[in-house]
């Protein structure tokens, strides 16, 4: 078959295959956006619709989208209601789709990121959710993650974070991809309840991907499917106080909802360690209204994360041991430097 015909059979299926609907979630991107837009335009997979989710900016951001981009599906929502939330929606007003790909306003994807993805979906039906190789935007000679990792005490970090980008080549399982660039089974995400919306943000992927898991559903880190990740572009950083926060009283929140009988009891001992050690940590680095308000926010919620727990693990599917395989461990590991 000449060259020019394999080229347009090649477009013939992709743009008819499985939908895929990409999510960008906007909060004071600025010219982020843009970048991000302009990298999903560029895909090679052609069957995707993208919604992007204005969480009541006031930067003029989305306003610049829609003269840039005429014809682009913005929702504006009245209010910043978080990324878990505005991602929800997003989902809600695409109920054809068969894949969601969620990508942040300050990542910017390959060409070729959503077509490897969707290569790996048809290749690894037994998997829920897919991981990217994100790299530093600053300097891509720097791993920014590649899946997250879920320790038995509670805590939570991007897998080869700052590690040389010569590494993490091969497919791999991670616990849970990090929605700053992630593709989800769109049934599967709808089944399971989407992201919690109590969360706001931080951790919610954790907690989707906790649940993906207790349903028996794995994730899938593809090294093929890069995206470029600027990393905390619009909330301050990683020990902002926004950050630490949201990040320490979710933390609390996942464990109790998700971790199973008896690992729950098990790891207890851990989980309160590593809460004590944050309280230190962060009161000694000027944050300690923040971080003790955090803990103590996710304590007076307690009563609302056990009805939740009650109803997710009342449908678990695989066993605690099973999902323990999953897990990091080691006592000490949650406060070395994490490249794994």
């Known amino acids: 078959m000449p060259r020019s015909e394999v080229a347009r059979v090649g477009e013939l299926v992709l743009e008819h295959g499985s939908r895929v609907l990409v999510v960008i979630v ?19 997979y052609r069957s995707w619709k993208l919604v992007v989710v204005d969480n009541a900016s006031t930067d003029g ?90 320790h038995v005490s509670g805590r939570y970090w991007r897998r080869g974070y700052g590690s040389a980008a010569a590494g993490f080549l091969q497919a791999s399982e991670a616990f849970s991809p990090c929605a700053a660039a992630a593709l989800y089974r769109a049934d599967l995400f709808r089944e399971i309840g989407g992201f919690d919306e109590s969360f706001f943000c931080y ?11 207790l349903a028996g559903y794995r994730c899938l880190y593809v090294p093929e ?36 009988w008896p690992l729950f009891c098990l790891y207890l001992p851990q989980h309160i360690l590593l809460n004590l050690i944050s309280l230190v940590w962060f009161s000694l680095r000027g944050q300690t209204r923040v971080i003790f308000k955090a803990k103590w926010d996710a304590v007076k ?13 009342s449908k678990r599917y695989v066993s605690a041991w099973e999902l323990r395989r999953a897990m990091a461990k080691g006592l000490f590991r949650p406060y070395i430097r994490h490249r794994m």
């Open 26 to 44: 906007n909060f004071n991107s600025g010219a982020l956006l843009c970048d991000a837009i302009i990298g999903v335009h560029k895909q090679t």
């Open 203 to 213: 951790a919610e992927d954790i907690d989707l991907g906790f649940r993906l898991r």
């Open 301 to 313: 919620e307690l009563p609302r994360i056990l009805r939740e727990r009650k109803k997710i693990q």
């Open 61 to 150: 951001s989305a306003d610049r989208l829609e003269k840039i981009f005429p014809g682009i599906q913005v929702i504006r929502s009245q209010n910043n209601v978080g990324f878990a939330a505005a991602n929800n929606l997003a989902v809600r007003t695409a109920q054809n789709a068969d894949w969601i790909a969620l990508l942040n306003p300050d990542a910017v994807p390959h060409p070729r990121w959503l077509e490897e993805l969707m290569t790996a979906a048809r290749s690894y039906a037994g998997f829920g959710s897919f991981a990217s190789r994100l790299l530093a935007s600053g300097d891509r000679r720097i791993l920014d993650g590649v899946g997250d990792v879920y």
């Open 225 to 260: 499917a890069v995206a470029y990740h600027v990393g905390s572009a619009t909330t301050g950083g990683q020990h902002s106080d926004f950050s630490v926060y949201h990040g320490h009283r979710n933390l609390v929140w996942t464990y109790v909802k998700n971790m199973p």
